[in-house]
Nanobody, 129 residues
Framework: QVQLVESGGGLVQAGGSLRLSCAAS????????MGWYRQAPGKQRELVAL???????NYADSVKGRFIISRDNAKNTVDLQMNGLKTEDTAVYYC???????????????????????WGQGTQVTVSS
């Protein structure tokens, strides 16, 4: 299993900056992509940014040029630097990890990969006007 713990959320005025951090523990070697999602009241959860173990990134169009994702594979952390925050960025931000975990089907069973998705508990980001 993979456990994720976020930190860094808070209240900030529009135009300000925040840095979110996420630390992973558990089956670290099984993780491929790590990133951040967010969910605002009354809206669906959406991808903000992610980075694969190899360093490829993907950003939501709404945050390109403002947010930067970084990942330290040695420390098992992923950060999100948020600049030029807008009121519409207000949401609960969730750290996410995806990958495959090897699983044996019984003591004498075959070893097969099983995909998994792990989520942090969420951290509130509130941007005031």
């Amino acid at each position: 299993q993979v456990q994720l713990v976020e930190s860094g959320g808070g209240l900030v005025q529009a135009g300000g900056s925040l840095r979110l951090s996420c630390a992973a523990s558990g089956s670290i070697s099984s993780i491929d992509a790590m990133g951040w999602y967010r969910q605002a009241p009354g809206k669906q959860r959406e991808l903000v940014a992610l980075m694969t173990r190899g360093g490829s990134t993907n950003y939501a169009d709404s945050v390109k040029g403002r947010f930067i994702i970084s990942r330290d594979n040695a420390k098992n952390t992923v950060d999100l630097q948020m600049n030029g925050l807008k009121t519409e960025d207000t949401a609960v931000y969730y750290c996410n990890a995806e990958g495959e975990l090897l699983h044996r089907d019984g003591d004498d069973g075959d070893v097969v990969p099983k995909p998994f998705v792990s989520w942090g508990q969420g951290t509130q980001v509130t941007v005031s006007s």
